[in-house]
């Protein structure tokens, strides 16, 4: 049974894939998602605001000073043993992880404008990198800000990137673009390798004791998967990009539905934060046992077959859909005394 799958032009042996997350910091882990069959490994993210930081506080310590006597030579910084950029640290486990593993490994690069940050780019392929996913979180605050000039972002932060490198470039999306099929064709056209459908923007709670914002992690829920699948359903076959579903990925079911929407590869993190490296083996013992069952001997194989472009009625992708949901809804009565 072929379990192997083709993603942004990279062969893999397997469509689970961990995303981006703390899992990825320590080598010994890195290696544990290795040996519990991970096709490939996605590093944890390098954020813009950290390399930002970095140059500012480069700038001062190699400014401070210069301007009093000649003894200013001495505040300069030493070697990079000495002053360590945490831009250079995520580089350096880049380069350890690429050694490690026999698997791909994808870097991650998250920022949420147009500048420098994205040289980084170059620098994680330099390191070893496979691929490179882009990850853009962005909430837009400014009533004044169009729709369009978000959009615009994207393309141009793609560009950007892509320019610096030869490696695949994988664009990581939310999905609240007011045409997410327009959007997909224009990152596919600017030279998008891959669209990993949807990042998950984590919502901030109010204190309502000490009136204070404060920020909550909260693992993903199965039920979030139906949405991307649904856009991958849609957009398999209109667009070159391959496609990966990430977002409430928590049984060998849920792969086996990105799958036949249309995913390359699946992206797995809450289950196996929660769970451990090892929850891959099952996921994959359970994707093979489903295979088998249904006939399928390769990945690539069932990889769409319930896509829009393939289904029997894909109106149910559509407004059809919606309505016949709403329809099927039936009010729960109390039991009689």
């Known amino acids: 049974m072929d379990l192997s799958t083709d993603y942004m032009g990279l062969r893999i042996s397997s469509p689970i894939v961990p995303s981006a997350s703390p899992l990825s910091r320590k080598l010994d882990s890195v290696k544990r998602l290795e040996d519990a069959g991970a096709g490939a490994i996605t590093l944890y993210s390098l954020f813009e605001e950290q390399i930002r930081f970095d140059n500012a506080e480069l700038a001062y310590f190699l400014e401070r000073g210069t301007d009093n ?35 791909p490994v994808i870097a991650s690069l ?16 330099q390191a070893g990198a496979d691929a490179i996913e882009v990850n853009l979180y962005f909430v837009p605050t400014d009533p004044k800000v169009l729709g369009t000039t ?20 994988a664009m990581k999306l939310g999905p609240w673009f007011s045409s997410m099929s327009a959007m997909a064709a224009k990152l596919d056209k ?10 998950r923007f984590y919502q901030p709670v109010i204190d309502i004791e000490a009136l204070e914002v404060l920020p909550k992690l909260e693992l993903s829920r199965p039920e979030e998967s139906r949405l991307p699948i649904r856009w991958i359903a ?3 076959g209109q667009v070159k990009a391959s496609l990966a579903l990430t977002t409430g990925i928590h049984s060998a ?4 539905r990105g799958l036949t929407a249309g995913a390359s ?13 090892g929850r891959i083996a099952d996921l994959t013992r359970g ?4 295979m088998k069952e249904h006939d399928y001997d390769s990945v690539e194989s069932m990889c769409g077959i319930m896509s829009q472009k393939s289904c029997l009625h894909p109106e149910a992708f559509e407004r059809a859909n919606y309505m016949k949901t709403l329809g099927s809804f039936q009010e729960s009565r109390p039991a009689p005394h």
């Not at 600017?190 to 990042?199: H, K, S």
């Not at 079911?253 to 086996?256: G, H, N």
């Open 150 to 169: 978000i959009e615009q972002l994207y393309l141009d932060v793609l560009k950007a990137v892509r320019g610096s490198v030869k490696i695949p470039v």
């Open 265 to 277: 590869v699946v992206n797995v993190c809450s289950l196996l934060l929660k769970d451990g490296p």
């Open 110 to 125: 998250n920022g949420s404008s147009l500048g420098g940050w994205i040289d980084c780019a170059r620098k994680m392929e």
């Open 69 to 103: 006597f000649a003894e200013s030579l001495t505040y300069f910084p030493e070697t990079a043993t000495t002053y360590h950029f945490s831009a250079d640290a995520y580089l350096e486990h880049l380069a350890k992880v690429k050694k490690a593993v026999a698997v």
């Open 287 to 290: 994707l093979a046992g489903w």
């Open 253 to 256: 079911e849920d792969v086996v």
């Open 190 to 199: 600017a030279g998008a390798r891959g669209l990993v459908l949807f990042n």
């Open 234 to 236: 849609i957009l398999h």
